[in-house]
C-alpha cells in the first residue's frame, strides 16, 4: 500500500467513523453515566471487531462472513437486545450508584463486549471491509505488512475520532457535575441506548 493511498484510506475511515450510528451512539453514552473508563472500554470492543474483520478480509474470508449469514443475524440480534436491556436499565436509573473496584471491572468487560456486539452485528463492517477497503488495498497478494499498516489505521483512526466524542461527552459531565446527573440525564442516555439497539435490530 502506498503512503498516497494510506492517505486517503485514513480519510475514508475517519467519515465512515463520524458518521452516525449506534457505535457511535454506545461511546457517547457509556461515558456520559459511566465516564472514560466506560467510554474507553467500548471504543477497544469498538476497534477489536474492526480487526477482526480486517483479519478476515485479508485472509480472503469475506465471501465465507457473508454466507454466515444466520450467525451475524444472531449477533446483530444479541447485541441490539443487550443494547436495550443496558438502555432500560439506565433510563431507570434515577442516580448512579457508587461504583466498587469488582464492578468497575465487570462493567469494563461488559463495555468491551457492547462495543464488539455492536460492530460485528453491523452489515456497515462487512460491506466496508468487503467492498470499499479493496480498493486501496490488494487484498489478492496477502502482505503482512499491509496488514500491520491497515490495523494500524484502523487502531489511529477509531481512537481519534471516537476519543475526540469520548472527550466531548466527558466534559460535558463534568460541566453538568457528576452530582447532578439527573434522572431525565439517565433516561436521555437510556433512550439513547434502547434506540440504537433497535436500529441494530431493524437493519
Sequence with gaps: MSFGNAITLSLVMAFWALLPGPGLAVVLARTLTSGTKAGGAVIAGLILADLIFLAIAFLGLIAIASALGPFFEAIKYAGGAYLIWRGIQTFRQASKPPETLQTLVRDTKRDVGLGLLVTLGNPKAILF?????????????????????????????????????????????????????????????GTMLIGSGITIVAR
Design 129 to 189: 471491509f468487503g467492498a470499499i477497503l479493496p480498493t486501496f488495498v490488494d487484498m489478492t497478494a496477502i502482505a503482512i505488512g499491509n496488514f500491520f499498516a491497515v490495523s494500524a489505521i484502523v487502531i489511529g483512526v477509531s481512537s481519534l475520532v471516537y476519543g475526540s466524542y469520548m472527550v466531548l461527552a466527558i466534559s460535558t459531565r463534568q460541566f453538568i457535575g457528576p452530582q447532578c446527573l439527573t434522572k431525565r440525564l439517565n433516561q436521555a442516555v
